[in-house]
């Protein structure tokens, strides 16, 4: 080491190995992953539930020979190009399992209409063609659902990508929740489509204090829900002995029908956004505890919600 008045020259070490040294390798290679592209929020058809909420959170991979940025792919591409991918997929659609038993279905280009009978009682279900899609295989499960996704993605990437992974996961909630089902008849985008849900937290406070019981309560009475503004309940269907409900309701895409055996439904007196969800959750408490103070914090799906106070 050489002091020159205040700087200090060091010595070149010969062989220093660094990549930071090393000239660019064209055929080097990488991988990339990206943590909650996106969450699909859809309902669909269970043999248990009849009609569910999900909400899944898409982490993908990608890898392959780096580019001349030196990049497998730009970020911002990437979480472009793969998150319009697999929401075109199963975002804000009815996944229906095409295998499934007790199902039947009629389509065509622009209309499809499907019956299945589930354990709890029937569900009819009447859309245009691209609220729905049809998964081939007996259950939706994140199982069936990753390939596909997977081949939807591959489509998008470059040529140089030749590693790929989805991976569909679950929001981890220590608390209650539950899955509903829902739509929105004036929403101008996917929400205006009759069947698609969210997995969702939900919080009360009481007086200021974390209400646990009532969160669990309500978690347990809307578990696989369909919520549903009132103005879109049609006629019941005939021969239904009072036990289903129809829902209906023209929008922008188009003409969207549903029935449900009425235990799988609650009617809310308004649109079933979350804004309004929230609103009827803090005045239900309110209705039934008038000397307390309520805040309620509602999600639709993950990370996103309504606050509601009564």
């Known amino acids: 080491m050489t002091v020159v008045g205040r700087r200090v020259l060091y010595p070149i070490v010969r062989g220093l190995k660094s990549s930071f040294f090393l000239p660019h390798r064209p055929d080097t290679m990488a991988r990339l992953f990206v943590d909650q592209l996106t969450v699909l929020d859809f309902s669909c058809l269970h043999a248990r539930a009849g009609l569910t909420g999900q909400s899944w959170i898409v982490d993908v991979e990608i890898g392959g020979v780096l580019d001349d940025q030196g990049m497998v792919q730009d970020f911002g591409e990437v979480k472009r190009r793969a998150r319009s991918a697999v929401e075109a997929v199963a975002d804000h659609r009815l996944v229906v399992p095409g295998e499934a038993d007790g199902l039947t279905l009629a389509q065509d280009d622009e209309e499809i209409s499907i019956t299945y009978a589930f354990s709890g009682g029937r569900v009819e279900h009447r859309s245009p063609r691209a609220a729905v899609y049809v998964l081939q295989a007996p259950a939706v499960t994140m199982e069936f659902l990753r390939p596909v996704l997977e081949a939807a993605v591959r489509e998008v990437v470059p040529a140089n990508v030749d590693h790929l992974a989805v991976n569909l996961r679950e929001e981890a909630i220590d608390g209650a929740s539950y899955r509903y ?130």
């Open 181 to 310: 089902s829902h739509g929105l008849k004036a929403h101008d985008g996917l929400c205006q489509r009759i069947a698609h849900g969210h997995r969702s937290r939900l919080q009360v406070w009481r007086n200021g204090d974390r209400a646990r019981e009532l969160e669990a309560a309500w978690a347990d009475r809307w578990r696989d829900i369909y919520l549903v503004s009132k103005d879109d309940v049609a006629n019941e269907p005939a021969g239904a002995s009072g036990a289903s409900l129809r829902m209906a309701y023209t929008a922008r895409e188009g003409r969207f029908e549903l029935v449900l055996p009425k235990d799988r439904c609650e009617l809310l007196p308004a649109e079933t956004t979350v804004e309004r969800i929230a609103q009827y959750i803090a005045e239900c408490l309110k209705a039934d505890d008038p000397g307390a103070d309520f805040r309620v914090r509602a999600y639709e799906g993950v990370n996103k919600g309504a606050l509601a106070e009564a």
